[in-house]
């Protein structure tokens, strides 16, 4: 083949042209590197401003849970008292039963020298409040599941500027999707469907019932039943199950807003002499989940590392309280990210007949070692995940001469043990766009009963506005 041959005009264009996109990249790279600096500078200036505590101070850490008969509860105070130890601060947990706890708490834990306050599933109605006493206060708030459209951290002052809320659209559409293709695969189409609480934790609630639809379009075949509310717990699962089989019997397959609801229902099921253990799914992976599909009575469940997502607020506020680190309004709402488990082989295989194995955000971790080396830690006098929550804070890593891991030291390939912050994915792109998504979530499918057919979740599906995102990427 001839050699091409540049005459000198040629020659001469090619190489401006190269030289522009040279001089194009350098700029980029040097614009970000503007904007990077630009955003450390803020955030080092806001956490100077607002801080409440010296580097190396011991002080108060509180947190007050929703309730404790939930093993994501009982893991996430675990967890926080170990990341409080491990930074060398004091914590004290409480159990709130209403809003007046919640108040009444607050104050308390504020008098006994709380630096920092975290919530766990409290009524959003009351937040408002709570920032309030926190900003007079200068103690930093942090919250799990504690947004809505409407109510949202930076909202109301300086001192609440986290939440920590997964996507659990994400969270809901594999398992769902692994559930539906193998009870597609056995002629099976109704789904005895249970729904969380219309009063706590309400965004989890729609954004779940948000991946069932998505889950759903996918095979239009199911009948998806039942929704009765099983109110994050055990015991409201088995209630929510009898009354629904109150109204028919003959279900084929169960899906449960998380773990300890869908454990509930099947237990319930059973007593009915209902035996459809492998064609049940959810969301969480609790400790009895994961020994139940190790056993075959359980198909799959998608987690978000629950000891890693409980205990990270609390290196996070401790960098906030000393001055270190505050964040921007596209990082105050985050979201870990997640793991698909199942039984060996059977989860990939289902997966990839679904033509879900190639998705970006699916990955799939190991049941077994996950269940033998950290979630039995929950049963122990003395739990000790695998997590060293100190890696995690920008100042003990300085004050320790530690390394920085986001990962908190994580054992490999147990799971994600990673979060992201939803308002800088493609997916939405803003902090309004997420306000605006999260709010017609909660609008459409807070309630998910108006629908027992594909034909009629796609006639209701006509009301959705543009800001409503329901395809399942998350990238």
Known sequence: MPKLRLRGTSRKIVISVILVLILSFI???????????????????????????????????????????????????????????????????????????????????????????????????IIPELAKICNENKVFMATYFGITGEVYPGDFGPYWVIDNTPLADEQTFFPLVILLQKMRENDRTKLLHIQASKTNATISTALINLGVYQAWKLYPEMQV????????????????????????????????????????????????????????????????????????????????????????????????????????PEEMFQAPELSVYGRPGEVEQLAEAAGIADHPNFYVAPTEENLNKILKQMKEREPNYPYDFRLMSISKCKELGLEYDRHAGSPAGLGRHNYYFPAQIDKFGSVEDVREHVAATIEHFLDFSWADTWEEAEEYSKNFPPELKVEPVWE
């Open 225 to 328: 039943l039942g929704h009765q509310y099983g109110e994050w717990n055990y015991e409201g699962g088995r209630k929510a199950a009898e009354a629904a089989l109150a109204i028919r019997q003959d279900y084929e397959g169960l899906w449960g807003a998380n773990d300890s609801v869908t454990m509930g229902a099947l237990r319930a099921l059973e007593d009915r002499g209902l035996q459809i253990g492998p064609f049940t799914a959810s969301r969480d992976m609790e400790m009895t989940t994961a020994e139940e599909i190790l056993r075959g009575n359980f198909l799959v469940t998608c987690g978000f590392d629950i000891p890693y997502y409980g205990g990270r607020l609390v290196p996070m506020l401790y960098d906030m309280c000393v001055g270190e680190w505050y964040p921007l």
């Open 27 to 125: 700029g980029t790279v040097a614009i970000a590197q503007q904007s990077t600096d630009e955003a450390e500078e803020l955030r080092r200036e806001l956490a100077q401003k607002y801080k409440n505590a010296e580097p190396g101070e011991s002080f108060l850490v509180g947190h007050m849970t929703f309730h404790l008969s939930q093993e994501y509860s009982m893991m996430v105070y675990q967890s926080i008292e170990q990341a409080c130890k491990q930074l060398g601060l004091q914590s004290k947990g409480i159990l709130a039963q209403s809003d007046a706890d919640w108040i009444q708490q607050t104050q308390s834990l504020i008098a006994a020298g709380a630096k920092a306050i975290i919530y766990n599933c409290p009524n959003v109605s």
